[in-house]
């Protein structure tokens, strides 16, 4: 079965750092790879997804993710934090292939803070 | 249109009460869910609509009853519900497609009393 690996509940960075957001995945197949971000109270949005094609994807908010099979990762990027990017940030993979819709495998969980 | 809906966006409710949730979409998508999620834990799937059809129930008790009347919504029917029912009930949309994201409502907060 499918699963997802965050590493590190919680993430801490000061404003203007780098912001780094680990994921892996277990995968018998290529899989197609999410990155979410939740704000207190709101749903989910979409920062970024992985398919096929280049390994390196760029989101929105200057987030970006690499996609590297050799380590199944796909962890998230930002090189300068901003107060707006708290949050809670989920990795997810789809668990079905072959054009049917895939139902999402969520990771637990990072919760961003970024100190002033 | 990009965007799904969710109504009402809080609501308190006894054991012996029926009420329902209400999800909204016009993105043209066929695939619709609804999630459960617990503070700081993440989305737990409950239901799968594909083509107004249930695909897919995640063991979910008979107290939680999705409905699709149509393409475009997405209801969820409570009734009897017990204190740990309380969360977050988010609605999701996808295009049938392995590959697609799916687009998350706003969620409902539900707390049972």
């Known amino acids: 079965a499918q699963s997802v690996t965050q590493l590190g509940s919680h993430v801490s960075v000061s404003e203007g750092a780098l912001v780094l957001l680990r994921c892996n995945y277990s995968?018998?197949?290529?899989?197609?790879l999410f990155w979410y971000v939740q704000y207190p109270n709101q749903g989910l949005q979409l920062l970024l997804k992985?398919?096929?094609?280049?390994?390196l994807v760029k989101g929105i908010n200057g987030f970006e993710a690499e996609f590297k099979k050799s380590e199944t990762s796909f962890h998230l990027t930002k090189p300068s934090a901003h107060m707006s990017d708290a949050a809670e940030y989920f990795c997810?993979?789809?668990?079905?292939?072959?054009?049917?819709?895939?139902?999402?495998?969520f990771g637990k969980g990072t919760k961003l803070s970024v100190k002033p | 249109d990009t965007e799904v809906t969710q109504t009402p966006k809080h609501l308190v409710m006894g054991m012996t009460n029926k009420k329902s949730l209400k999800c909204e979409q016009h993105?043209?998508?066929?695939?619709m869910y609804w999630y459960k999620q617990k503070a700081k834990k993440p989305p737990e799937l409950m239901f799968v609509?594909?083509?107004?059809?249930?695909?897919i129930n995640e063991s979910v008790p008979s107290r939680f009853s999705p409905e699709c009347p149509n393409s475009s919504l997405l209801n969820l029917h409570l009734h009897a519900l017990q204190p740990e029912d309380s969360a977050l009930y988010l609605c999701?949309?996808?295009?049938?497609?392995?590959?697609?994201?799916?687009?998350f409502g706003p969620g409902t907060r539900l707390t049972v009393l």
């Open positions: 995968s018998s197949v290529p899989p197609y």
């Open positions: 992985y398919t096929t094609g280049a390994t």
């Open positions: 997810a993979v789809t668990d079905n292939y072959g054009g049917s819709q895939g139902n999402l495998i």
């Open positions: 609509y594909s083509y107004e059809k249930l695909s």
């Open positions: 999701a949309s996808s295009p049938p497609a392995g590959a697609a994201e799916q687009f």
């Open positions: 993105m043209g998508h066929r695939a």
